[in-house]
């Protein structure tokens, strides 16, 4: 295809923190984004051309996006994919990734059921909804990881049931519409970001490793701390699920390392995944300008890393719900070796996603070992906890 500037107009549902960044991303391409986003002033509202003001299932909403772009997407799986699909016929304007895998991948039973048919590995689970069901497949399990089925993120609707008689109790929380997958033992959590572009072309990025307390990401490290066999069959998996899902753009493929050794697939974002973030500094091309690329059928960028990363998600240390001042931030200003990203939300509640941070190392990759992805991690959760949301 013929790629002309200024370029087209790309409608996004959901305006936040992934929005803002897709912006950041999009506008030195001449791209310009519309967000619709239930939130007025929306994070991603300071660097958009427009925001739509409307629910994430609003038709009228979602027909207004369509009317005023040359392509749709979504950075949030609340996203609608009937009305995307209805509202892209009715303006003639693609929509990426493809509303049915948006809609395949929003119930987590329904990915795991066609995942597991397509032969990718994935860990044991099955569907649950009542207390006695719960129970007996814990039991089985030997302790599960209940999931509720929708609209669960940074790991809320996940809890565990080490025993069969949590079982009650944990269905009381997460309802009975849920999953339960055995309890992997794993080494680690890594992630693959992959692109699909025009014409069927993939790209994946290099294997970050994902650090996890509480269901939530804290830090990332890039390349992952793995030896060379589980990378290579991270990469295999990663591109096994790329040929399976239908629709450009850029996918969070997120993966468990078992003890043994082996890759297991957990659960794909259609989208930007924070797991991604450190590309924006690490890697020749950011996840976000690909998706941008992807999703408007041009040439993807190059994915190859070009500085060792470790990113630190900067998490709202609160107590309750209170207007949000990040304290200290001269010290990661003041830091050379360190990036800092803001999402623009007004209020901090614990745990919430505010910010993140990005420490590199201008090393070549190939010299890096362990020993040297400890000392960035380290460095980032030094500059990471030098800020805080507390009054002092």
């Known amino acids: 295809m013929s790629v002309t500037l200024p370029g087209p107009t790309l409608g996004v549902v959901g305006g936040g923190q992934l929005g803002r960044m897709l912006a950041e991303a999009a506008s030195p391409l001449g791209v310009e984004i519309v967000v619709l986003d239930p939130t007025p002033d929306c994070p991603a509202a300071p660097v958009v051309r ?3 003001v409307a629910e994430f299932d609003d038709p009228e909403g979602i027909d207004a996006l369509a009317a005023r772009a040359d392509a749709l997407t979504f950075e949030i799986e609340l996203a609608d994919p009937d009305l995307l699909a209805e509202a892209a016929a009715e303006h003639d304007v693609p929509v990426h990734p493809d509303p049915d895998t948006l809609r395949t991948i929003q119930d987590k039973l329904v990915q795991k059921e066609a995942l597991a048919d397509a032969g990718i590995p994935v860990p044991e689970f099955a569907a649950v909804a009542t207390a006695d069901g719960l129970e007996r497949v814990v039991e089985e399990f030997g302790g599960a990881m209940v999931k509720a089925r929708e609209g669960g993120y940074d790991g809320r609707g996940n809890l565990p049931a080490q025993e069969p008689e949590e079982a009650a ?22 992630a693959v970001m992959g692109v699909k572009g025009a014409d069927g072309e993939t790209r994946t990025y290099p294997v970050t490793e994902t650090v996890h307390r509480e269901e939530i990401l804290r830090e990332s490290v890039t390349p992952a701390r793995a030896d060379d066999d589980v990378i290579a069959r991270a990469q295999e998996v990663a591109e096994d699920v790329l040929d399976w899902l239908d629709g450009r753009g850029v996918y969070g493929i997120e993966l468990f390392e078992t003890s043994e050794g082996a890759v297991l697939l957990n659960e794909i974002a259609p989208r930007p995944h924070n797991s991604g973030h450190w590309t924006i500094e690490g890697a020749r091309t950011s996840q976000f300008e690909n998706h941008v690329r992807a999703v408007l059928g041009w040439p993807l960028g190059p994915t190859e890393q070009v500085a060792p990363a470790v990113t630190a998600n900067l998490l709202g240390d609160v107590d309750e719900t209170e207007p949000a001042t990040l304290r200290h931030v001269e010290s990661v200003l003041a830091a050379p070796d360190a990036d800092l990203h803001w999402y623009g939300k007004d209020d901090v509640r614990p745990l919430r996603k505010m910010g993140h941070l990005t420490v590199t190392d201008g090393d070549e990759t190939t010299e890096e070992g362990d020993d040297d992805r400890e000392r960035l991690l380290s460095r980032a959760r030094d500059l990471r906890d030098g800020v805080t949301f507390r009054a002092e």
Request: glycine residues 4%.
């Open 50 to 52: 427009d925001q739509i």
């Open 169 to 190: 109790a944990v269905l009381d929380e997460l309802g009975t519409h849920a999953m339960a997958e055995e309890l992997v033992d794993f080494e680690r959590e890594i």
